[in-house]
């Protein structure tokens, strides 16, 4: 009784949130039935769904419903979807894709019944069972391993091997057996997926047992440069293998802190360029990899351009930013106060008062976009950049009250427009929205109650409709959906340029 209590609550916290997120406030176990039967499925209220759900309701995409009790090893209701209600029949070119894709999500899971019955009444085409065969490899079923491994010829050509996916997923039982009793044809292969698995147990499995060919192992770093950690990092580089680096895979180690192999690098390739690792680390704030960079490189240019990302603390970008001043002899570019301008006060002082690179109009619409009052502030009293003009009305949708009420008092020159209101209809500024319309004259255009309704801000829509400021429209065709918007209501990063 305690466990169905705290199952069902869970579903209700989770019908509640949903709720909120829709401005809905009332809900019910019978509402919940009906709109969310894939909770019904997902915490096995088999009883609930076919007798109510199913009952009440003529669903039409039952695939999806099938994938949904598939992914949570509910065989009774794939049983019931399948057979009483043909499921299957119902399908269509769309949906088709998903039908296929049950066996390998019943595999990757290692729901060895549920294979079973998809293969005896879904599926039994040879490319659907060795991608499944691949999937349980992965995940170390070896009893479902050796129940598709008998339904796949040894010739097979596989795009990628179930040897190589048992090591890539660290199961070191199932790599085994299948060595033994599919024998691979590409040994070397395996390493190259236990490093992408990060498996240490595995590359030590391999090296144990000679399965690691070191004169013809060649490592493609490009293929790690995303995936490596550095216990793999320190094996790769201390083992007989032969590593093969390129200049781009040298720039994403070194935006991801991995002195060891700029260390590697200088000594064992030193025909692999540098350039562009100093930018790369700065900008990742890998402080210790810049200093190294500094003291062993000589690459340099007279230009860096320096975008400085937005983080929480901006300690460590700050301390970077006064070593570079006092230790390199690079123009940093306009970009690295703009960007500063997103997050950082005091860089933007910095840079200001100690630097010439000075900063461009994207400077105050950051900070203004970012709601940063103080390095607004300190623009508009320090700098005459300005702000980007075909921007405005996006940061005035988007930025606080405090910020509005200052640009109001103190830059009267700004590109105020109808569009000012459209844009805070966006974000739900309704607290901009009463303030522009008491204050200024420009009002909206009728895209503003549009963008009202889009992003569902009722509030704002009946301020618009009680301040004769818009007409009432039909919500039809407008509430969003996710699809087909055709772009009316986004903005991009470029809106901010």
């Not at 190589?164 to 299948?178: P, R, V």
């Not at 950049?385 to 509005?404: C, D, K, Q």
């Amino acid at each position: 009784m305690y466990t169905y209590v705290v199952i069902r609550n869970q579903i209700f916290k989770s019908i509640k949130r949903l709720h909120d997120s829709l401005a809905v406030y009332s809900y019910s176990w019978s509402e919940m039935i009906n709109a969310q039967p894939d909770l019904l499925i997902q915490y096995n209220y088999e009883h609930e769904f076919v007798n109510h759900y199913m009952q009440s309701e003529q669903p039409k995409n039952l695939v999806r419903l099938v994938t949904s009790a598939v992914r949570s090893n509910r065989l009774s209701i794939v049983q019931y979807l399948i057979e009483q209600k043909d499921a299957i029949a119902n399908t269509d070119s769309r949906s088709n894709y998903s039908v296929m894709s049950w066996l390998s999500i019943a595999a990757k899971r290692g729901y060895y019944d549920m294979v079973i019955y998809i293969l005896k009444t879904v599926t039994n085409t040879l490319p659907n069972i060795a991608d499944a065969l691949v999937e349980a490899s992965e995940g170390g079923h070896l009893q479902l391993v050796k129940y598709l491994s008998d339904l796949v010829s040894l010739d097979y050509e596989f795009n990628r091997s179930p040897a190589d996916a048992a090591a890539k997923g660290g199961h070191i039982e199932t790599l085994e057996w299948l060595i033994v009793n599919r024998k691979p044809a590409i040994v070397n292969s395996l390493v190259d997926n236990a490093l992408e698995g990060q498996k240490m147990n595995v590359i030590h499995w391999l090296d144990a047992n000679g399965y690691i060919d070191y004169q013809n192992q060649t490592i493609e770093m490009d293929k790690f440069k995303y995936s490596m950690n550095h216990e793999t990092m320190n094996w790769l580089l201390n083992s007989k293998c032969k590593i093969h680096l390129t200049n781009l895979a040298l720039q994403t180690f070194s935006s991801r802190g991995f002195i060891e192999i700029l260390e590697w690098a200088k000594t064992n390739s030193p025909s692999t360029s540098m350039a562009g690792c100093f930018i790369s680390a700065f900008k990742a704030y890998q402080f210790e990899v810049v200093k190294w960079l500094h003291a062993n490189s000589t690459v340099q240019s007279s230009t860096i351009y320096l975008h400085l990302p937005k983080v929480q603390d901006d300690t460590l970008p700050m301390e970077m930013v006064k070593w570079f001043h006092a230790n390199r002899t690079e123009l940093i570019g306009a970009e690295a106060m703009d960007s500063a301008a997103c997050f950082s006060l005091d860089i933007v002082k910095f840079l200001h008062q100690n630097r010439t690179e000075g900063c461009t109009r994207r400077a105050m619409t950051y900070a203004g976009k970012e709601r940063q009052f103080e390095i607004f502030r300190f623009l508009h009293e320090n700098r005459t950049e300005g702000m980007s003009w075909s921007a405005f009305h996006h940061v005035i949708g988007h930025t606080t009250l405090e910020i509005v009420k200052f640009i109001h008092e103190n830059r009267p020159n700004e590109n105020w427009s109808a569009r000012c209101i459209d844009n805070a209809c966006k974000y739900g500024r309704l607290e901009v929205i009463q303030f522009l319309h008491q204050n200024r004259f420009e009002r909206c255009t009728p895209q503003a109650i549009r963008n009202a309704i889009y992003f569902q801000h009722r509030d704002i829509e009946n301020y618009l409709i009680q301040n004769n400021l818009c007409e009432a429209v039909d919500h039809k065709g407008i509430e969003s959906d996710g699809e087909n918007s055709n772009g009316e209501f986004e903005d991009t990063e470029e809106s901010f340029d």
